[in-house]
């Protein structure tokens, strides 16, 4: 174990790629296209972006929503494209097809706890097959021509399958270059705290590898808790970013002992919700951005309170004019609100009720 966190920790470098910092944003099923990272990425300390879970059999059939899926551009860099699935042949194929659409990485998905991947034996099934995903991670480590195979998992299955730290010693073996550990197992699914000590045993149990801690990061202090706890060499943040997309910026700069950033004022919140509503009609369509934006108003509320008339707006928006109107509406009732309550000017936002997280 590498021990306590008392200096500034260097890039990770996972096989050949040396990256740009330690923080990297999370495959969150349903959140994370390419609209999504695009955003995460312009505002800073986004070291590695992942896919959404991409399907062997979709990516190499092509059709149109494993495609959308996997969508990138030149801007989207550098990317880790993430495969689910057993079938070791069709997962070689598919990470073949990953390097030649845009991929610096290949991850192989051992931790997604829902039934649907599960029960198909993909995901974090594969914690309960040992040398069956052994020998699957070996063969997509050699399907590939130039980039690292890297690892998705969980503690175990469950409290009396913990495998997670021989599977890493053994995954490093066979030449994955290295290992993201979600804190929990499968059985607990997202609930209790995440557990550091599960962690750090894993980062004992490998020679070189990095170990890539996950679970629980909502603030810089939480990424520097984790990596002091677990000696882990970098961090990976999923559902705080669809609130916060800078906070990969606020992390990075806290690991390397800069002040953290002040938050983005309401109107650089409103320019990052443009920019991603317009990504989505870019590489998706109006209609897509429309609806999806109903949703996520939710997500980016949380750090605009007040916001209530934003929010009510944005639900009911049914057309691009209707985007743009909600957001000016709001921009001009904020700075009105705002002078009559400079008192909260400049603090922390508060939390207003939100929508769960799919899936």
Not at 97 to 102: L, N, R, T, V
Request: net charge neutral; charged share 25%.
């Amino acid at each position: 174990m590498n021990g306590v966190l008392t200096f500034s920790p260097p890039p990770l470098r996972i096989g050949n790629r040396t990256l740009a910092g330690n923080v990297l944003l999370a495959p969150i099923a349903g959140y994370c296209d390419v609209s999504f990272r695009l955003v995460a990425r312009s505002c800073g300390g986004v070291a590695l972006a992942c896919t959404d879970l991409l399907c062997p059999e979709g990516v190499l059939r092509e059709n149109k929503r494993s495609l959308e899926l996997a969508a990138t551009c030149p801007e989207d860099s550098p990317l880790c494209m993430q495969l689910y699935g057993a079938d070791s042949t069709r997962l070689c194929e598919a990470a073949r097809w990953a390097e030649d659409h845009g991929a610096d990485v290949i991850d192989i998905n051992m931790g997604c706890p829902v039934d649907k991947i599960t029960k198909r034996e993909g995901g974090s099934s594969l914690l309960c097959n040992v040398p069956g995903t052994l020998d699957m991670a070996q063969r997509v480590v050699r399907a590939v021509r130039n980039i690292p195979v890297t690892a998705k998992v969980r503690l175990g299955w469950d409290d009396q399958r913990l495998v997670a730290p021989f599977l890493a010693n053994r995954l490093e073996q066979v030449g994955i270059a290295a290992v993201t550990v979600h804190g929990r197992t499968t059985d607990m699914r997202f609930q209790g705290a995440v557990r550091l000590d599960g962690i750090a045993a894993v980062v004992a149990a490998v020679n070189k590898i990095p170990i890539i801690g996950n679970g629980d990061i909502h603030t810089p202090q939480d990424a520097k808790n984790m990596m002091d706890s677990t000696g882990c060499a970098g961090v990976m943040i999923g559902r705080a970013a669809l609130a916060a997309p800078w906070i990969f910026r606020d992390v990075q700069d806290f690991l390397q002992s800069r002040a953290i950033p002040p938050s983005p004022s309401i109107e650089e919140k409103c320019r990052l919700m443009r920019d991603h509503f317009y990504n989505m009609i870019r590489f998706r369509n109006q209609r897509v951005a429309i609806l999806e934006f109903r949703k996520r108003i939710s997500w980016y509320a949380k750090h605009m309170n007040p916001c209530r008339i934003l929010r009510d707006a944005m639900r009911v928006i049914d057309s691009v004019d209707d985007f743009e109107n909600a957001l000016r509406g709001f921009l001009l009732w904020r700075r009105q609100w705002e002078s009559e309550h400079p008192e909260f000017v400049n603090t922390p936002s508060g939390i207003e009720e939100s929508e769960p997280l799919a899936a």
